[in-house]
């Protein structure tokens, strides 16, 4: 069974609606699964909604007078759709290009309905042999031995809190694992590398900067439209949820928060999950990141092995109702970064 958008990182389902009659913002379609709002003169924000996870991420149509440029392929092919309906609904120029923020699945899934559309997709050089080893590999393979450890795990847990965690894990990896059996991947034709950055894209009275900045994964794309004061941030910035980390560099992470606080009070942030926000979000997912290495210090020093940091690892009071897809995904993800990195 396919997650909703409870299940998977509901960072305030009903909160974009607020925050985005805060900021005076002009609805202009509602899809259930998705609400498009006018943020800003020609820049369109896609929030995923509860009503299915045809998006399950957020994305944006930027429109120039001269090109338009799509943030995010999101899940499904009908959430990317939705992006194409949008660009053709508020310009009549042609579609520049679908930037994909990184590689993983919620942000890519969809990217068929741009190839049918001969839409150039537009990401970091890494994203394509990614997709193919993590995916691609994936498909049309008995998953029932890859899940048999875990599941023996889960079934033999004594302990209710381990056996929670470890059921959460179990459902994250059957959520991926359907998603990838079902999917028709489409990749990245149009792929920037580190002499293209930061990339600026003149889209006509509006321009595109897109910078890289590693943590989340390593092909973390940063959509910056500065005469907007608009940020697309991806996955590098979750909003009252608990970060993905499996695939992370969590020092990396850190400095790429520090690169997002600097855009400045003003400036609004788009992340790849939840409703719009400000730079304080930025400084609390920061304060997250930070509780998270300390304990990894903490446990180094005390000769932890990295399974018992993540085992140990106790949830601050201040963060308690941060939503968590899966405690491996989280919080196991961010010990395993951190100890490789202190035996590199």
């Not at 590999?137 to 809190?161: C, F, H, M, S």
């Not at 897109?210 to 994964?217: D, F, R, V």
């Not at 000769?303 to 491996?328: C, G, L």
Request: aromatic share 8%.
């Amino acid at each position: 069974m396919l997650v909703n958008r409870r299940q998977f990182l509901m960072a305030a389902v009903t909160a974009p609606t607020v925050a985005m009659a805060q900021e005076n913002a002009e609805p202009i379609l509602d899809r259930g699964f998705a609400q498009v709002t006018r943020m800003a003169d020609g820049v369109y924000v896609t929030v995923a909604g509860p009503g299915g996870p045809q998006c399950l991420s957020n994305g944006a149509v930027i429109a120039g007078r001269d090109a338009t440029l799509i943030v995010e392929g999101h899940f499904f092919p009908e959430g990317a759709e939705l992006e194409i309906e949008v660009a053709r609904m508020v310009s009549k120029a042609p579609v520049r290009a679908a930037v994909n923020t990184h590689y993983h699945l919620d942000h890519t899934f969809g990217n068929i309905a741009y190839e049918r559309q001969k839409i150039p997709i537009m990401a970091h050089e890494r994203a394509p042999a990614l997709m193919k080893e993590r995916y691609a590999a994936l498909q049309r393979v008995d998953k029932g031995p890859l899940l048999a450890p875990l599941e023996k795990r889960a079934a033999n847990a004594t302990d209710p809190i381990e056996k929670r965690h470890l059921n959460s894990d179990l459902g994250a990896l059957k959520w991926m694992y359907e998603a990838i059996d079902r999917v028709t991947l489409a990749y990245p034709t149009e792929l920037l590398g580190a002499s293209d950055f930061p990339n600026k894209i003149d889209l006509g009275g509006i321009t595109v900067l897109i910078e890289h900045q590693t943590g989340h994964t390593p092909t973390d794309l940063v959509v910056h439209v500065p005469e907007r004061d608009l940020v697309f941030t991806g996955d590098l910035l979750f909003e009252k949820s608990w970060p993905v980390a499996f695939d992370s560099d969590m020092i990396s992470w850190r400095k790429a928060l520090d690169r997002l606080a600097a855009f400045g009070r003003g400036t609004r942030f788009v992340p790849g999950h939840g409703p719009v926000c400000g730079v304080e979000v930025v400084r609390e997912f920061a304060d997250l990141i930070d509780d998270l290495h300390n304990h990894s210090e903490k446990m180094l020093r005390a000769s932890a092995s990295v399974e018992e940091a993540t085992r140990r690892y106790t949830i601050p009071d201040r963060f308690e109702k941060f939503d968590m897809f899966s405690w491996d995904w989280a919080i196991g993800g961010a010990m395993r970064s951190y100890y490789a990195q202190r035996k590199a």
